[in-house]
DNA sequence: CGGAAGATTGAGAGTTCTCAATGCCTGTGG
DNA sequence: CCACAGGCATTGAGAACTCTCAATCTTCCG
């Protein structure tokens, strides 16, 4: 199977046999990391950008009043921190969820990358996404209540994993807690476990050992308002 | 003055008086808007890039039950929709808020100007600040009650519009209604209201006649937690 | 088997929403 | 120059949603 990130940039199109060979480079420095680990720290200036090979991790920021919010789920194929060749200091974290491999690049072999105008393309087409995403959550948080709002989270996830080939069928695998679920969604554990409840309860989806089962999905896609044309998926992906 | 755009470019460095010439060129197409009206639509395939001249505008989305989410404000400088380049269609819609000044400019200008490396990594700079926005959006709207979530917003707004020439002091015209602000803070306009009166009594910042005056500002900042280092403003724009 | 982390549940408090009425300001027409 | 209409802002009261704190149950793993 192809690296996820291949699977995932392919969707701006256009991508030819040398441009994945090139791309292919990426890999060439990967490194493991434990779960619950930073593997970036707001503040930082990291000399590698960070590309997800294997696992969970997420984009987050302190508090200070100690609570914490989750802003993105980086997943196999996302890159974390292309920014860091603009910026000089990241303006938030990134922290691994589970046991992960993440491909350390260096902002020498990404300028020689976007030499190449597909790839650059890609690239650019990748951090647009992402901030499609944000834009989602934004309304999702502001405008949907917990039920609503879970709901089109696991929407969103499932169409995003279905993409790079890690949501065969209606179901997939989640490995966060319900904290860390609820530091994503801006509401606490005890509300997420109530809610995943009544979504249980409802015959919509199941949440349990870490496996997200979709029960019935057009049922959760409505009560979600879902449209997955924000993730500008290749046709037919984001259907079904 | 400076058209506020070049202000803005400039932030993020390296702009020669020659870039400075052919960034010019943006404004030679510039059509005006009333307001409350779209800009552009979701499910739009347009074919000029939109930036603001003068006036404001948002970003928005519509929910099912009529409800509507405003996911960033678009004041002078901002870029409306680099996206579409790279996109198909807009996934969400862009209204005025007030009566405004748009430059049209044609894709073919753009991917013309962005031969200029300093020109290209400008505008990368621009989009990854505006993703950088949307993240402090999330938190705020995740983790911050009403009244620090207010303060965050005008915080960051009297922050940016500074940047842009529009705020001298710690006053700046906010040209909307407060159900607009709700729009946008994921509140109810009725306690929009309720916790500006509270910040009003509490000598941290009036809104009155479409006027914001920060009366305290290192008070607002403190409860609103607010650290602009998330905006990359230039050395000193930020502080105060 | 024992611990520790995570999930679940209960009860009560706090925040935000809904619905509806009232007040204020501005622009228009007489 | 004044009366009036319409759009906003403001306020009240009660309902709904979400949070906090704390106890208990499960699951996982050494």
Redesign the interface.
């Known amino acids: 199977m192809d690296a996820a990130f291949l699977l995932k940039l392919q969707s701006?199109g256009r991508l030819n046999d040398g441009d994945r060979e090139r791309l292919s480079k990426l890999c060439d420095d990967i490194r493991p990391f434990h779960a619950r680990r930073d593997i970036i720290r707001e503040g930082d200036r990291p000399d590698h950008v960070h590309v997800m090979i294997e696992g969970w991790s997420c984009?987050y920021?302190m508090?200070?009043?100690g609570?914490?919010?989750i802003?993105?789920f980086l997943v196999p194929g996302d890159f974390c921190d292309a920014?860091i060749t603009?910026?000089?200091?990241m303006?938030?974290s990134i922290g691994s969820l589970t046991d992960c491999k993440v491909a350390f690049v260096p902002r020498a072999l990404i300028a020689e990358l976007t030499e190449q105008p597909a790839i650059a393309?890609a690239l650019?087409?990748a951090?647009?996404v992402?901030?499609?995403v944000?834009?989602a959550?934004?309304?999702n948080?502001?405008?949907?209540e917990a039920q609503d709002r879970i709901a089109h989270l696991i929407c969103e996830l499932h169409a995003r994993l279905r993409n790079v080939g890690l949501a065969p069928g209606n179901s997939f695998e989640l490995p966060l807690t319900q904290e860390e679920l609820s530091d994503a969604?801006?509401l606490t554990s005890v509300h997420v476990n109530r809610t995943l409840k009544r979504l249980r309860e409802d015959g919509l989806m199941t949440f349990r050992r870490q496996q997200i089962v979709i029960t019935d999905v057009p049922a959760l896609r409505k009560i979600a308002?879902f449209d997955p044309?924000?993730l500008?998926l290749p046709a037919g992906v984001g259907e079904d």
Do not use: C, P
């Open positions: 701006a984009r920021k508090l200070a009043d609570t914490r919010q802003t993105a920014q603009i910026f000089d200091e303006d938030h393309r650019w087409w951090s647009l992402d901030e499609a944000l834009r959550w934004i309304v948080m502001g405008r949907r969604l801006g308002d044309n924000y500008h």
